[in-house]
């Protein structure tokens, strides 16, 4: 059963060397500002945690992943300022999660839309059911995939980004994901995942500790310029939410 927590809920455990972060909001684990804020932060935290090797970053329920931003908060932003800072909450993650010393591990059990999807891509190594459809559905709303298009691109490539994009209102399979490179493994159902991402998790944190923050680090060459690119494409995107043609299109979809 999921959270009935409006601002969402975020839990943390740590076991064998391995930190395990859980999201969730009633709202399909969509995500508010607030909850991005305690997600960057908790990230920050365990990647200075000597007693962390390996993070798992999953969400709540059987059903979706991540509907990405907080519909209701997306609606509500009136002004630059506001956008700027609604839509930097995932560039800040994704910086963090990249700049993260320790892998993170996505466990993707449902389907995964915008920012859902760029949370996916920023992960290390990603294990995904069979019901785990994605889509960038931003430009149906009259944005765009601004801030989350370089973790996207960085694991998908650009030609795959722009199929994916251009094409707003189709889901792609987990298998489509997969052969693209998002996912790394794709199982039959949840519990199959589940007992797969255990395995692959405590053979993952007894390997050097060391070796494998070096590792990350050469995974993610070139993308120091990121701290900057992220947050001037979340203030594009606030500008972008805040066109008539952008609010229209979200009346129609609020309906």
Not at 148 to 164: M, T
Request: one cysteine or more; hydrophobic letters at 45%.
């Amino acid at each position: 059963m999921g959270t009935t927590r409006t601002e969402g809920s975020l839990y943390i455990s740590i076991n064998n060397k391995i930190a395990t972060i859980e999201f969730g909001h009633p709202a399909s684990n969509s995500f508010t500002a607030e909850l991005l804020q305690r997600l960057t932060k908790t990230l920050k935290e365990l990647s200075s945690n000597n007693t962390v090797s390996v993070i798992v970053l999953k969400s709540e329920g059987e059903r979706a992943f991540c509907a990405g931003a907080s519909f209701n908060e997306l609606t509500a932003v009136s002004d630059l300022s506001e956008g700027k800072v609604f839509f930097s909450g995932f560039a800040n993650v994704i910086n963090a999660m990249r700049s993260c010393s320790k892998v993170i591990i996505g466990r993707i059990q449902g389907k995964a839309v915008g920012g859902g999807v760029g949370i996916a891509a920023a992960c290390d190594y990603v294990f995904a059911s069979e019901g785990a459809s994605i889509k960038l559905s931003e430009l149906s709303i009259g944005i765009a995939p601004l801030v989350i298009a370089p973790a996207v691109a960085h694991r998908i490539g650009k030609a795959a980004l722009g199929e994916l994009s251009l094409a707003p209102t189709e889901w792609k399979t987990a298998y489509w994901a997969q052969q693209k490179g998002l996912f790394a493994k794709v199982f039959r159902d949840i519990n199959e995942m589940d007992k797969e991402l255990d395995f692959y998790t405590n053979q993952l944190a007894q390997y050097n500790t060391e070796a494998l923050e070096a590792w990350k680090k050469v995974l993610w060459e070139g993308t120091d310029h990121w701290d900057t690119l992220l947050l001037d494409r979340a203030a594009i995107t606030g500008q972008l939410v805040l066109s008539d043609a952008t609010k229209q299109a979200l009346r129609k979809f609020k309906k």
